[in-house]
């Protein structure tokens, strides 16, 4: 509900359904820190384990929290050599998981970055491949490609299309267990999460967004998006402009009037304080679930104690009104 809320649309392609009673690894470009696993687990249709940095368990609080969620970290070089080792734990669990035609989800660049493009897939999923297949040979695990798509990415109401590939049989492309099998997969999957998101060279990065970003292309259309690149610009489509900017300006600025507590913490105390740009749009959902609809009570509250029911109820329904028209239009 919080994600319907937060977002004008939320597209879902499936080139192929993905199996119910397999043991499944989803495999996903990393773009927007937190949201991109929310948007996994809403829309694949399984119930998943998450694997993430571990840096984010530090804290108590959170960590308790990313548990609850069935969220399981994996540590980096970056986190000291001494936590390495956990990871064995970790993998462990991820194989027992996958025994059980339990579904694994995990992002194989190994960090995420906002830009268009498909990174270089790190070692950590064909290591839990191999360990499953190792220990269970006769497993049918299925790996599925997934490519996000957000329109911009930061923005509040912005838009994302999730484009999920065909199911792949690792047996299929593991048999010696070898080196070459490792950068083998590493290269198939790499080039499935290309099809399936928009992918810029970084040696041509700036230039080509620039005029992607002229061209007004559909970034929410990957394929299209592509096949522009591929073309050097001549064969692209461009998006139909809305004309209900007016419109939608007036709704959120009711919006901000009518939670302008919420917005007063994000803006002045939240926002400043977030160093990295992929972790916008995770802590302003983050302030979307829980703050808002506490002051939205606490207001409601108020006005039912003083001016009845009635009052406090339409004044929760306009509410929501506004921030859906605000959001949606």
Known sequence: MGLFFYYKKISVVKEEGIPKNKPILLLSNHQNALIDALL???????????????????????????????????????????????????????TQKLKNNEAVALFPEGNHHINRSVRPLSKGFTRIIFETLTTYPELDLQLVPIGLNYKEGTTFGDSVALYYGKPIPARTMVSTFSNQEIVALRHIVQEKLKGLTTHIDAEVYKQTIEKLNLLQVDFLNPIAVNK???????????????NNNVIKQIFRGLLVLSLFVPVFIWRYYVK???????????????????????????????????????????????????????VKL
């Not at 996994?40 to 609850?68: D, E, H, M, N």
């Not at 522009?228 to 809305?242: G, L, N, Y």
């Open 40 to 94: 996994i687990a809403t829309t694949s249709g399984r119930f998943s384990y998450f694997l993430t940095r571990a840096s984010v368990f530090k804290k108590k609080l959170v960590s308790k929290l990313l548990y609850s969620v069935n969220m399981l970290p994996v540590y980096r070089v970056r986190d000291g050599w001494s936590t390495i080792s956990k990871n064995n734990y970790i993998f462990k669990t991820c």
């Open 228 to 242: 522009c690149i591929e073309s050097h610009f001549k064969d692209c489509q461009s998006t139909a402009k809305t």
């Open 272 to 326: 400043p304080k977030i160093v990295e740009v992929e972790f916008i749009a995770t802590f302003r959902f983050a302030i979307a679930i829980t703050l808002v609809p506490i002051w939205m009570l606490l207001c409601a509250v108020f006005m039912a104690f003083y001016f009845g029911f009635v009052y406090a109820l339409v004044y929760f329904i306009t509410v929501l009104i506004i921030a859906l028209l605000s």
